[in-house]
């Protein structure tokens, strides 16, 4: 997990100077990290919510863009259902994307050894990203708009160095390339929901491709 709290260390520092410059005070800013802990949903959240946008459109996007760690959790859910609810609470909480990454592991979570070491690895990711944030704040007060200086790009660097190594198949290879293309596409010709679609084309391509292996 190190090497991936660095590398969300350009996102943490956008989200932070971000709140800051819509109007959060330093306060509200860091404890968006503290309660929230999601980086692509606080990122859109700060914008609609500066926006004066409704309490429910703000719900109902947020949702959408977190919908993916419901998948996290029952992909999870095998490997710590018997464990005690102390344990898997803390578990649910620190799930992020980085961390799902290197859940695939037979053994993941089942014993009290790997659990501990997977919540510090989760919660090691908390810390920093709330570490990053703190950055963000100083620096959006400090400095002028740092939105323009392309930190944003991190996200998507974040997400290419977690998926790349997963793809090992031509089913996952699939899904990725549609995926891609049609988010591209989509997004291109604004259609609102180009995310949500294009996961869904990308899931079902990689999907057919596994069942016709099969058969």
């Known amino acids: 997990m ?6 969300v260390l350009p996102w943490g520092i956008l989200c932070g100077s971000l709140a ?20 692509s949903a ?22 959408i863009i977190s919908s993916r760690h419901f998948l996290y959790g029952l992909a999870v ?27 695939h592991h037979p053994k993941a979570y089942q014993t009290k050894a790997r659990l501990i070491y997977a919540l510090s690895a989760g919660f090691s990711f908390y810390v920093f990203w709330n570490i990053w944030t703190l950055i963000g704040i100083v620096a ?23 998926v ?9 290879l699939a899904c990725v390339m549609v995926s891609g293309i049609s988010a591209a596409a989509l997004k291109s010709w604004g259609f609102d929901m180009w995310l949500v679609a294009s996961a869904l ?15």
Request: overall charge neutral.
């Open 2 to 7: 190190m090497p991936l709290n660095l590398a």
């Open 20 to 39: 800051m410059q819509n109007g959060f005070s330093a306060f509200e800013a860091q404890l968006m990290s503290l309660l929230v802990f999601a980086g």
């Open 42 to 63: 606080q990122l859109v959240a700060i914008e609609l919510i500066a926006s004066d946008t409704s309490l429910l459109t703000i719900a109902i996007t947020t949702f």
């Open 77 to 103: 859910r095998q490997k710590v259902i018997a464990q005690p609810l102390r344990w898997r609470l803390p578990v649910s909480f620190v799930l992020t994307d980085e961390l799902f990454a290197f859940s």
């Open 140 to 162: 959006g007060q400090l400095l002028p708009d740092l939105t323009n200086l392309g930190l944003d790009f991190a996200i998507a660097t974040t997400f290419i160095a977690l």
């Open 164 to 172: 790349v190594p997963s793809i090992k198949n031509r089913a996952t």
């Open 201 to 215: 084309l990308g899931m079902s391509c990689g999907y057919l491709m596994t069942r016709e292996v099969k058969q």
